[in-house]
């Protein structure tokens, strides 16, 4: 079932010219133009078009450039503004994190606050008072709930108007770009509520610029480029189009600067005379969905070969658990490059990351890669517990932008005598001492 | 702006109306934090709603019995209790609709960013002015007792009717002119003249008796002008209430204005979030 139904969705935003400035509604009774000048000169098209769907319970995260609509969809899913065509449909109580503490009155307590912020939030008075002692825990403000809002830190001032926004329970959660306030800590303990929120099966809708975020918490993404969806499905590839489709963009745009001879740049009219150069051309970058499902990358650099080698020092698809496993990738360099890293994820059965790592991350400095290589990931001991994994590589940029990425396109299974839960088994054993007497291990 | 089926509309109207009554424990909260807000920081702090309206009155006693003694008809004496009856409710009027025409604009923020009926900040507005004007008239009882002015007791009744028409006519026109405000900013300054044009339009400082003829059928086309004289009526001059017919009137035009203001409010919803 969906919990969010996107339709088409249009969104005109009115812009007024110059003459609207002056427009005073003595002036606009005057000359009778009070209808006229409630009309808009021109519109601004926020959205042209936007249709998606977010399952019941799935976390959805939307990436963008800034004034690509992201905020606008938001707004329109909550309610806060009306699409100017298309339908948009939400299933059960939604709660937004758009601006924390909206509305909180300076003057007053924290606790009355609370209370009349949870109200606006569509809380009546009891179940405020229920939650009351868990949004003051969550905030860690017990001292200080007495106290005027003004007195509150910028922190703390956050807290409470997240824990209040959170303590509404709704089945639908939409956050805004949040989380980039507030400390380390704060930030945990959110990204801790909002997997709560999925454990308990209720919707979470992410706008963010925390590209991290969305790989590692979404299970979908999707990504609005000048209002429209310009790609949706798996959070890892919608990113790295993303990412390739924003360094692509810098690229041209240094292009651009390097080409303009400084001598114009004093001259105010050839200043942004030719903006469109600037722009990415959006037909570009449709050859990244292309390419074959699980596989895409501007192949400077190419995986051409992966095979899994276990202990016996054969090529396998089937390992025991415990057994060292290496991965080795041939890679073709098209052209000479320097900036660049391997890495390798691996995937159980239900898409969890079980680990993932790349050269960068260990702190290797990239050379130089031209023509043929091979890469080896040795792993002496694989201690994953039974069941079917599937494995990423990838080689990229160091800023993310991948050559070749190859999404879960390896499978292979592991085998173990035992039938343990989980996904990792760390090296162990057993010890009893005292009273404690079992046999067999 | 596009004008939809007219009876869909009007159904729409309703809803939200129904939907405002479920946010009146949002509404009396805020009604509380504006008065409790108001006053923070003062150290007379919530006395300071008794003390405005009897320093008023004090100063009103020593100009129309000292400095200008004489000046109005002997049977209105004293004059500074009579013209209070009339100020009293008129502060309430006029400091609502100023307030008013600015509160969604200050609010903005919360407009843009939190999902409620903004019909909310306006009304609260009038309402805390609603209490006010409550607080205000314990000090014109101690004054009416003290200069022992003969209230007929059953009067008194009408009060509550003439402070609902009063509550009505005032909540139209702050939804009106709030969000006309959001597109017209100059509501504001406009609504500051208009509203001392309307004072003295209004037979608060002077009785409606000694108006001319001519000016009097002008005064009588002012709805708050049968308002004020069904408070004097009430609280001043002895006599039965014979203000009724009028008084009915007024609260039909004020039932009117209410739904104008309520449909204007309602026909620009979408807007304010966007022009805030």
Same mark, same amino acid.
């Given at each position: 079932?969906?919990?969010?139904?996107?339709?088409?969705?249009?969104?005109?935003?009115?812009?007024?010219?110059?003459?609207?400035?002056?427009?005073?509604?003595?002036?606009?009774?005057?000359?009778?133009?009070?209808?006229?000048?409630?009309?808009?000169?021109?519109?601004?098209?926020?959205?042209?078009?936007?249709?998606?769907?977010?399952?019941?319970?799935?976390?959805?995260?939307?990436?963008?450039?800034?004034?690509?609509?992201?905020?606008?969809?938001?707004?329109?899913?909550?309610?806060?503004?009306?699409?100017?065509?298309?339908?948009?449909?939400?299933?059960?109580?939604?709660?937004?994190?758009?601006?924390?503490?909206?509305?909180?009155?300076?003057?007053?307590?924290?606790?009355?606050?609370?209370?009349?912020?949870?109200?606006?939030?569509?809380?009546?008075?009891?179940?405020?008072?229920?939650?009351?002692?868990?949004?003051?825990?969550?905030?860690?403000?017990?001292?200080?709930?007495?106290?005027?809002?003004?007195?509150?830190?910028?922190?703390?001032?956050?807290?409470?108007?997240?824990?209040?926004?959170?303590?509404?329970?709704?089945?639908?959660?939409?956050?805004?770009?949040?989380?980039?306030?507030?400390?380390?800590?704060?930030?945990?303990?959110?990204?801790?509520?909002?997997?709560?929120?999925?454990?308990?099966?209720?919707?979470?809708?992410?706008?963010?610029?925390?590209?991290?975020?969305?790989?590692?918490?979404?299970?979908?993404?999707?990504?609005?480029?000048?209002?429209?969806?310009?790609?949706?499905?798996?959070?890892?590839?919608?990113?790295?189009?993303?990412?390739?489709?924003?360094?692509?963009?810098?690229?041209?745009?240094?292009?651009?600067?390097?080409?303009?001879?400084?001598?114009?740049?004093?001259?105010?009219?050839?200043?942004?005379?030719?903006?469109?150069?600037?722009?990415?051309?959006?037909?570009?970058?449709?050859?990244?969905?292309?390419?074959?499902?699980?596989?895409?990358?501007?192949?400077?650099?190419?995986?051409?070969?992966?095979?899994?080698?276990?202990?016996?020092?054969?090529?396998?698809?089937?390992?025991?658990?415990?057994?060292?496993?290496?991965?080795?990738?041939?890679?073709?360099?098209?052209?000479?490059?320097?900036?660049?890293?391997?890495?390798?994820?691996?995937?159980?059965?239900?898409?969890?990351?079980?680990?993932?790592?790349?050269?960068?991350?260990?702190?290797?400095?990239?050379?130089?890669?031209?023509?043929?290589?091979?890469?080896?990931?040795?792993?002496?001991?694989?201690?994953?517990?039974?069941?079917?994994?599937?494995?990423?590589?990838?080689?990229?940029?160091?800023?993310?932008?991948?050559?070749?990425?190859?999404?879960?396109?390896?499978?292979?299974?592991?085998?173990?005598?035992?039938?343990?839960?989980?996904?990792?088994?760390?090296?162990?054993?057993?010890?009893?001492?005292?009273?404690?007497?079992?046999?067999?291990? | 702006?596009?004008?939809?089926?007219?009876?869909?509309?009007?159904?729409?109207?309703?809803?939200?109306?129904?939907?405002?009554?479920?946010?009146?424990?949002?509404?009396?909260?805020?009604?509380?934090?504006?008065?409790?807000?108001?006053?923070?920081?003062?150290?007379?702090?919530?006395?300071?709603?008794?003390?405005? +309206?009897?320093?008023? =009155?004090? $100063?009103? /006693? @020593?100009?129309?019995?000292? %400095?200008?003694?004489?000046?109005?008809? &002997?049977? #209105?004496?004293?004059?500074?209790?009579?013209?209070?009856?009339?100020?009293?409710?008129?502060?309430?009027?006029?400091?609502?609709?100023?307030?008013?025409?600015?509160?969604?604009?200050?609010?903005?923020?919360?407009?843009?960013?939190?999902?409620? +009926?903004?019909?909310? =900040?306006? $009304?609260? /507005? @009038?309402?805390?002015?609603? %209490?006010?004007?409550?607080?205000?008239? &314990?000090? #014109?009882?101690?004054?009416?007792?003290?200069?022992?002015?003969?209230?007929?007791?059953?009067?008194?009744?009408?009060?509550?009717?003439?402070?609902?028409?009063?509550?009505?006519?005032?909540?139209?026109?702050?939804?009106?002119?709030?969000?006309?405000?959001?597109?017209?900013?100059?509501?504001?300054?406009?609504?500051?003249?208009?509203?001392?044009?309307?004072?003295?339009?209004?037979?608060?400082?002077?009785?409606?008796?000694?108006?001319?003829?001519?000016?009097?059928?002008?005064?009588?086309?002012?709805?708050?002008?049968?308002?004020?004289?069904?408070?004097?009526?009430?609280?001043?001059?002895?006599?039965?209430?014979?203000?009724?017919?009028?008084?009915?009137?007024?609260?039909?035009?004020?039932?009117?204005?209410?739904?104008?203001?309520?449909?204007?409010?309602?026909?620009?919803?979408?807007?304010?979030?966007?022009?805030?």
């Amino acid at each position: 079932m969906n919990a969010i139904e996107v339709r088409d969705v249009h969104k005109r935003y009115r812009r007024y010219g110059r003459r609207r400035q002056f427009a005073t509604l003595k002036s606009a009774l005057l000359s009778g133009s009070v209808l006229r000048d409630l009309r808009p000169d021109a519109v601004f098209e926020a959205l042209k078009g936007v249709s998606f769907d977010v399952r019941s319970g799935k976390t959805l995260g939307i990436v963008g450039r800034n004034g690509s609509g992201k905020s606008t969809m938001l707004k329109l899913i909550a309610g806060i503004g009306k699409p100017t065509s298309g339908t948009v449909r939400v299933d059960g109580r939604v709660s937004a994190l758009i601006e924390l503490g909206a509305g909180f009155h300076p003057e007053i307590s924290g606790r009355e606050n609370v209370y009349i912020n949870g109200m606006m939030l569509g809380l009546s008075r009891r179940e405020i008072a229920r939650r009351f002692d868990d949004i003051v825990r969550f905030a860690e403000l017990d001292e200080f709930i007495e106290a005027p809002v003004k007195t509150y830190s910028s922190g703390m001032y956050m807290r409470l108007g997240f824990a209040v926004a959170i303590n509404v329970d709704p089945d639908v959660l939409l956050v805004d770009e949040v989380l980039a306030v507030g400390d380390e800590a704060f930030t945990h303990k959110c990204l801790d509520k909002f997997a709560d929120f999925r454990r308990r099966g209720r919707t979470v809708l992410l706008v963010t610029h925390s590209l991290d975020l969305v790989t590692r918490f979404c299970d979908e993404a999707l990504w609005l480029d000048g209002g429209t969806v310009k790609a949706q499905g798996d959070p890892r590839r919608v990113v790295d189009a993303y990412l390739t489709n924003v360094a692509a963009a810098e690229n041209r745009q240094l292009a651009a600067d390097d080409a303009s001879p400084k001598s114009q740049i004093p001259n105010p009219k050839s200043q942004g005379t030719d903006p469109g150069s600037r722009i990415p051309d959006p037909g570009e970058d449709l050859d990244m969905f292309k390419v074959s499902e699980g596989r895409w990358g501007s192949r400077e650099v190419e995986i051409t070969a992966v095979e899994l080698v276990g202990a016996s020092g054969d090529s396998s698809h089937m390992f025991q658990s415990g057994e060292g496993v290496e991965i080795r990738l041939r890679v073709r360099a098209n052209q000479p490059v320097s900036d660049f890293a391997f890495g390798v994820g691996i995937f159980n059965a239900e898409g969890v990351c079980c680990y993932g790592t790349n050269t960068l991350i260990e702190g290797a400095t990239a050379g130089e890669l031209s023509g043929d290589g091979e890469v080896r990931f040795v792993i002496d001991k694989l201690d994953l517990v039974e069941g079917t994994y599937k494995l990423d590589v990838a080689v990229h940029r160091q800023n993310g932008v991948p050559y070749d990425y190859h999404r879960l396109l390896y499978t292979f299974r592991m085998k173990s005598a035992l039938k343990e839960a989980g996904i990792f088994r760390p090296p162990h054993r057993w010890s009893f001492s005292g009273g404690v007497r079992i046999t067999g291990l | 702006m596009g004008l939809g089926p007219p009876r869909l509309h009007w159904r729409q109207l309703l809803a939200n109306l129904k939907q405002l009554f479920r946010y009146r424990a949002l509404i009396s909260s805020l009604v509380a934090r504006e008065l409790k807000a108001r006053y923070r920081g003062s150290v007379l702090g919530f006395f300071w709603s008794f003390i405005n +309206p009897l320093l008023l =009155l004090v $100063i009103y /006693t @020593v100009v129309f019995t000292v %400095v200008l003694p004489g000046v109005h008809p &002997p049977e #209105l004496e004293p004059y500074a209790v009579f013209m209070f009856c009339g100020i009293l409710p008129w502060t309430w009027f006029s400091s609502s609709l100023l307030e008013s025409s600015n509160v969604l604009v200050a609010g903005g923020n919360l407009i843009k960013k939190v999902l409620f +009926p903004a019909e909310v =900040l306006p $009304i609260v /507005t @009038v309402l805390a002015g609603l %209490v006010h004007f409550c607080l205000g008239l &314990p000090i #014109l009882a101690a004054f009416l007792i003290y200069y022992r002015v003969p209230v007929t007791p059953t009067d008194l009744l009408w009060l509550p009717l003439i402070v609902a028409i009063q509550l009505v006519l005032t909540v139209g026109l702050a939804l009106l002119l709030s969000a006309l405000t959001v597109h017209f900013r100059d509501v504001r300054d406009l609504l500051a003249n208009l509203l001392t044009l309307w004072f003295f339009a209004t037979p608060i400082i002077y009785p409606i008796t000694q108006a001319p003829e001519r000016v009097r059928r002008l005064l009588n086309l002012n709805p708050f002008t049968h308002l004020v004289i069904a408070y004097q009526e009430v609280l001043f001059k002895s006599g039965p209430f014979m203000q009724g017919n009028r008084l009915l009137a007024v609260g039909a035009a004020s039932l009117v204005v209410f739904v104008f203001g309520y449909f204007v409010f309602d026909r620009l919803r979408d807007t304010l979030a966007e022009e805030v």
